[in-house]
């Protein structure tokens, strides 16, 4: 059964814009917008194609039987997770030595960063509107990701 | 197995589970892991690893349209990922202390309840009689969308603030302690406690699930749990499958995206009592 016109009961008691946020404050709402918008656009193509060339040169490498790297590694646990790159540093050597697997793990290490960097760009946004509330609420939870890290990195 | 075949498999099946997120604002994990463990074979450790790139590959491929649709509710979620990051850590710390299996089972027991709860509401496409809790109106987060389906502009108030802010913290512990399902928690906090516009809340919760999983990626990246070989074909197929999604869904009803969520969940809540009760995965 299709409800179709149903309203929120709120719509007759406003006379201008609902939001409570004035006109010139929208418009910088929108400007923030469009920079993260942005931002995560950018930062999840560029993880893509690291990833897709990364993944091509691995799937290469496999079947010239080069890889150490085979589907039964991961099939039970414990024998894999050494083979995985786990620290920058084994990115780096991985990327010096031409590894694909650390070229991969640079691609996807872009795309885990990307939700970090959308909340350190509303940091700015906010200051640029002089939203001292949210500014505080986004450090915040910047912090709490900065603690998750180390947490995760000491564990 | 053939690894292109694998690398294929894997592709497709990410391209779905990235497109059913975005829509309904979950991080795809419930088919992935299946999908890698029940039908690949792989170790549940790397498909819960797979499945953080899926959350965050969903979150970040799907925010770009829906900030720019103005359907996001920024400070919502910012304020809420107060407590769902704080909520994460807190899991990482007692990681030891809870048996998976009880969790497993509680998990399922909340999301059949939701399922229940947003089942009832199958009819309504937009919240009605919904009154701002002070709180909304101190932190300004009431807002309005534009709803394409509806060709009409849709103003929202925010109820239930304290109520969600709580349950964002337990949804943000659960996912900390499992790797997985902040999503389906977070939608129906949002729909039922707080009483926001099935679309607002399921694009807001594809904004949170990304911080969120952020926030327990860096643990699984160091265990080693993010494997190349699997997680590079996972966040390729659910980038493009999130993409494609976030377009799809404004296209939508509310309510049919409120109907589909509930089958998830149920699907969800069943795969996890499965677990609970050590049937199937492993």
Same mark, same amino acid.
């Given at each position: 059964m299709d409800m179709g016109?149903? @309203?929120?009961?709120?719509i007759d008691n406003?006379?201008?814009?609902?939001?409570?946020?004035?006109k010139s404050e929208e418009d910088k709402m929108l400007q923030m917008e469009l920079i993260v918008s942005n931002v995560l656009r950018y930062g999840v193509v560029a993880s893509f194609i690291i990833v897709a060339i990364g993944a091509i040169f691995m799937l290469v490498s496999l079947h010239a039987g080069? +890889?150490?790297?085979? @589907?039964?590694?991961?099939?039970?646990?414990? +024998?894999?997770?050494?083979? @995985?790159?786990?620290t920058l540093t084994d990115v780096l050597h991985g990327l010096l030595a031409g590894d694909p697997s650390a070229v991969i793990t640079l691609g996807l290490l872009v795309l885990l960063a990307t939700p970090v960097f959308r909340v350190a760009v509303s940091v700015l946004a906010f200051l640029l509107q002089h939203d001292l509330l949210y500014v505080a609420i986004t450090i915040f939870v910047l912090t709490m990701l900065v603690v998750s890290f180390l947490v995760g990195s000491a564990g | 197995m053939d690894p292109t075949q694998f690398f294929l498999i894997t592709l497709f099946g990410s391209i779905i589970a990235g497109g059913l997120g975005s829509v309904l604002g979950l991080g795809g994990g419930i088919i992935v892991i299946p999908m890698l463990? $029940?039908? $690949?074979?792989?170790?549940i450790r790397y498909a819960i690893g797979a499945s953080i790139v899926s959350v965050i590959a969903t979150s970040s491929g799907a925010a770009a349209a829906y900030v720019r649709d103005r359907i996001t509710n920024l400070r919502i979620g910012m304020f809420l990922e107060m407590a769902t990051t704080t909520g994460a850590i807190t899991g990482a710390f007692i990681g030891g202390l809870i048996s998976g299996q009880v969790l497993y089972i509680v998990f399922a027991v909340v999301l059949a309840y939701s399922a229940l709860a947003m089942f009832n509401k199958r009819h309504g496409e937009l919240p009605v009689g919904v009154e701002s809790h002070p709180w909304a109106r101190s932190l300004r987060l009431a807002d309005e969308y534009p709803d394409a389906v509806l060709h009409q502009t849709v103003q929202y108030e925010v109820a239930g603030v304290p109520l969600g802010l709580g349950l964002m913290y337990i949804a943000g512990t659960v996912s900390g302690l $499992?790797?997985?399902?902040?999503g389906s928690l977070k939608v129906p906090a949002m729909d039922l406690?707080?009483? $926001?516009?099935m679309k607002v809340s399921s694009a807001t919760s594809n904004f949170m699930i990304g911080v969120t999983a952020a926030a327990s990626a860096g643990v699984y990246f160091a265990r080693g749990d993010i494997v190349p070989l699997i997680a590079a074909p996972v966040a390729m197929g659910v980038l493009l499958g999130a993409t494609v999604g976030a377009r799809l869904m404004v296209r939508l009803r509310s309510t049919s995206i409120r109907r589909l969520f509930v089958v998830v969940l149920v699907v969800i809540s069943a795969q996890m009592a499965a677990k609970g009760l050590g049937i199937g995965v492993r």
């Open positions: 016109k149903e @309203v929120p009961v709120t406003i006379p201008q814009s609902h939001s409570e946020h004035s080069q +890889s150490k790297f085979s @589907v039964a590694n991961f099939m039970a646990a414990g +024998s894999g997770s050494s083979l @995985v790159p786990r | 463990t $029940l039908g $690949l074979g792989i170790d $499992l790797g997985i399902g902040s406690a707080m009483k $926001l516009p």
